[in-house]
């Protein structure tokens, strides 16, 4: 009852402020946040720390502070794209052109200069659009309902994809191609690995898989299972997702001595592409995110900066001579940026360099990078390291401030920082006191600290300038092997990995030794599958010289893969060489030939479709497989190479999901016991000559309304007769082309229209889920041009759940479905 109750008073309280919201029309946002305008936000959207800060910082010139915060302070516009490979992309474009742009605006925006919606103008072949409402007059306005619910719609299936402007940038300066190898190192939840497989889809030749692939890693398991969910949408056979720790990704270097190399094999694995798009303090979110005003200060962002260094780092030394690799952060804070990138630039000693990439996407506007900043240390601005009393060392690093250096080189010319001396000159005084009893000595022969690398090529992107949110942007382009390094003793080590802990407690980073010897060390660190979690073979490997460059290694420098970790410890405990990572399934290849040739057979798929290889299982028991997954050339390599150098690669889902076991007593008798899933659909169909139909438009409209159709109702009853003739189980049914359905198998591509179904007795039945269905119906009717037909007969259940792919058995219904009203 009381339940009840208060769900009927939320009721009312909702309507009445859906009332109250239709009322509203789009103005430009207000300054005064306390007025009474839909830019309202209950929580505190300012913070004087912010502001002390990034004026101190010259992040923008003092006449433009005012613009800068006041639009930081206002709700940020929701903006998506279009998946370009889409099977329905022109389709958006043209709905959205022709119906949302003119609705939208004569419906919501009162002021003719304000377009409702418009595409991006710096994102090519208008792929990506604006809006003027942000997510939350998204949900609540009315009049914005259907816009509202074409969004949700197409993103759940995947023909768009919600994501900040900003957030779009990165993926297009990497300049991917289709036989590229890319990294995303810190990917979830995925818009960004979204977008780089559009982009590698697209460039692939039509109706072949792309020669490349994305490996998707993050750290975090739970945003992991986002990432697989929202990369599902695109339905591609290219694509490993991985759950590491970036600073430590395996190298997979197989080791020649041991290995018999295949002539075509990889030998390491190394990258063509790396987004870096590393964990950071996220204060270009704040128009998204503005409980981070309360929260905002300096520590977060100076916490970060040793973690970015090492992701970056890694990045650098996984890419291969000549490839190109994007840092960026949603942060604006130059430690978490300039800093990073001034710091990896130091560290590869000229083997990689900032690319000027000022002529590539000119609509964009964007400012240069900072070449001087500050660090701001529990109140106090510092100028240099030199300012660094010891005893803020282990959290205020060199690589912070625009010419780094390093503490050593200090100690050695100044005798007066450390942390007794600072006790012994300021008797009396605290801690904070000795900062500035330092700094004021250091500050007597103080010159400015500018960056003398060509930090005004990285790109920050502000909100008022094109009405977004905040981004930073650094294009590096690897142009030679980077230099030899050496790795601190773990003892020193572990010193500094307490210090980054502090911020990320699952980080085990490891610290170079920043010796003065030339040329510079590169960090690359014992990545946590060689260690196989083995500890106590942690602090040899701290001793080895390692380098990751291709065709680089001495007879000193092997790599300490699992088995020369087992050589170079003699007596100790052979680290554990698992088969797969704990608490993740194994990747196996599923080579039953029994079952594949049934598959084949059944489906009678052509020779030109490669299944021997290319199948994989994530189960060992061959006999209970349930899913088998289809993986393109380049991650079939990929997990070759993974398993020759001892499984260094957790994964955590690859491939797409191609065939499902019937599970069903029908399913069971079926001559085939797998069917094949509406993910893999695309992929195969050019493939399939045999339970295959062609249906046409009005008997394939029927079938999507009403899921499951006898034989003998379809319109076309030559139709039906077909459908009838097949052998019972999972079959493929086509749109045709023009209004009759086709007699003999035309040609098929993946861009036409098809829905896997199940033959029953006496009907068909659809296996896709219903928001599948719902979205094929509305495309279909809109490409016959019979929208109008879309009245209250056409009424298609809104789906239950997010499940894809529905077999018949698995909503209780397997065969002879009654058909429902009005079909
Ligand atoms: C800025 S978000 C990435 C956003 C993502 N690139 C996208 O476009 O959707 C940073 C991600 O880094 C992950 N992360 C944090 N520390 C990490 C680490 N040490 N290694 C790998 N990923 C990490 C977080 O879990 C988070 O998902």
Not at 72 to 100: E, G, H, M, W, Y
Request: glycine content about 6%; some cysteine; proline content about 5%.
């Amino acid at each position: 009852m009381g339940g009840g109750k208060g769900g009927n008073s939320r009721t009312q309280r909702k309507h009445f402020q859906q009332s109250r919201e239709n009322e509203w029309k789009w103005k430009r946002p207000k300054p005064d946040p306390s007025s009474d305008n839909p830019t309202w936000t209950p929580f505190a959207i300012q913070n004087p720390a912010f502001d002390e800060y990034y004026k101190e910082q010259g992040i923008v010139s003092s006449e433009e502070w005012d613009a800068f915060v006041q639009v930081l302070r206002t709700p940020l516009p929701a903006a998506f794209r279009i998946n370009s490979s889409s099977r329905f992309c022109v389709d958006i474009q043209s709905q959205l052109q022709n119906d949302f742009v003119h609705s939208l605006q004569a419906e919501v925006v009162e002021e003719d200069d304000t377009e409702a919606i418009i595409p991006l103008p710096w994102y090519p072949e208008n792929l990506a659009w604006h809006s003027n409402f942000s997510r939350k007059q998204l949900r609540k306005n009315r009049t914005l309902g259907r816009f509202h619910e074409f969004l949700k719609l197409e993103n759940e299936i995947g023909n768009i994809t919600r994501q900040e402007a900003v957030s779009m940038v990165p993926p297009l300066f990497l300049d991917v191609h289709s036989n590229h190898f890319v990294l995303d190192m810190c990917a979830a939840p995925g818009s960004k690995t979204f977008q780089l497989l559009e982009i590698l889809h697209r460039s692939a030749k039509a109706g072949s898989l792309p020669d490349g692939m994305v490996i998707a890693n993050d750290l975090d398991i739970q945003r992991c299972n986002l990432l697989i969910h929202q990369t599902k949408r695109m339905c591609t056979a290219n694509l490993i997702v991985t759950n590491h720790e970036a600073q430590h990704f395996p190298g997979c270097l197989l080791n020649r001595k041991y290995d018999k190399l295949e002539q075509d094999q990889q030998a390491q694995l190394l990258f063509d592409r790396v987004l870096c798009d590393v964990p950071c303090s996220g204060d270009g979110t704040l128009r998204k995110a503005p409980d981070l005003w309360r929260k905002w200060n300096t520590g977060t962002g100076n916490g970060l900066h040793n973690l970015q260094v090492l992701i970056a780092m890694r990045g650098v030394s996984l890419l291969k001579v000549g490839g190109r690799m994007i840092y960026s952060t949603c942060s604006m804070n130059p430690i978490e940026n300039e800093a990073v990138v001034a710091e990896v630039l130091r560290r590869c000693g000229g083997s990689v360099v900032l690319v000027d990439v000022s002529s590539e996407l000119p609509q964009l506007i964007r400012r240069p990078g900072l070449k001087r900043w500050k660090v701001c240390d529990k109140g106090k601005w510092l100028d240099s390291c030199k300012d660094v009393p010891k005893f803020r060392r282990s959290v205020v690093f060199p690589s912070m401030f625009p010419n780094g250096g390093s503490y050593e080189d200090i100690d050695s010319n100044c005798n007066i920082s450390t942390e007794d001396d600072i006790v012994a000159d300021d008797v009396g005084r605290n801690s904070e006191d000795g900062v500035q009893a330092v700094g004021n000595r250091v500050m007597l022969d103080f010159t400015e600290e500018v960056s003398d690398f060509p930090l005004e090529r990285c790109m920050r992107l502000l909100p008022h300038d094109q009405n977004t949110g905040a981004f930073f942007i650094a294009v590096l382009q690897k142009v030679s092997p980077l230099p030899a390094i050496q790795v601190k003793p773990r003892k020193e080590v572990d010193k500094h990995v307490e210090t980054a802990n502090q911020v990320n407690e699952n980080a085990q980073t490891l610290q170079i030794n920043p010796s003065k010897s030339a040329p510079e060390e590169i960090l690359e660190e014992v990545s946590e599958a060689n260690i196989n979690d083995n500890e106590s073979n942690a602090a040899d490997l701290n001793v080895c010289f390692l380098t990751c460059e291709k065709g680089d290694f001495k007879e000193a420098q092997e790599p300490c893969n699992v088995e020369n970790i087992t050589k170079s410890t003699p007596g100790k405990r052979k680290p554990q060489i698992q088969g797969k990572w704990r608490g993740v399934d194994p990747v196996v290849f599923f080579k039953d030939e029994v079952i594949i040739s049934s598959i084949k057979a059944f489906y009678g798929i052509d020779e030109q479709f490669p299944l021997n290889g290319h199948l994989v299982t994530r189960n060992n028991d061959a006999s209970h497989v349930k899913r088998i997954y289809y993986v393109s050339k380049s991650v079939k390599d990929v997990l070759e190479l993974n398993f020759s150098v001892g499984q260094q690669l957790k994964i955590t889902s690859v491939g797409l999901k191609i065939f499902e076991r019937q599970t069903s007593c029908e399913g069971k008798s079926a001559p085939c016991a797998f069917r094949i899933s509406s993910e893999g659909l695309p992929l195969i169909l050019p493939h399939v000559t045999k339970q295959i139909l062609h249906a046409s438009a009005i008997d394939f409209k029927h079938l999507l309304q009403c899921r499951s159709i006898k034989f003998a109702d379809f319109v076309d009853a030559k139709f039906g007769e077909r459908a009838a003739n097949l052998m019972p189980g999972c079959c493929v049914v086509v749109l045709s082309e023009g209004s009759r359905a086709a007699t003999e198998t035309p040609q098929v591509d993946e861009s036409k229209i098809a829905v896997a179904c199940w033959k029953g007795r006496a009907s068909l039945t659809v296996m896709v889920s219903p928001i599948e269905c719902q979205e094929l119906l509305e495309r279909l009717l809109m490409r016959l041009d019979t929208v109008k037909e879309k009245d209250s007969s056409i009424h298609v259940d809104k789906p239950s759940d997010n499940t894809r792919d529905e077999a018949p058995e698995s909503n209780g219904k397997n065969d002879d479905v009654e058909a429902t009203a009005g079909c």
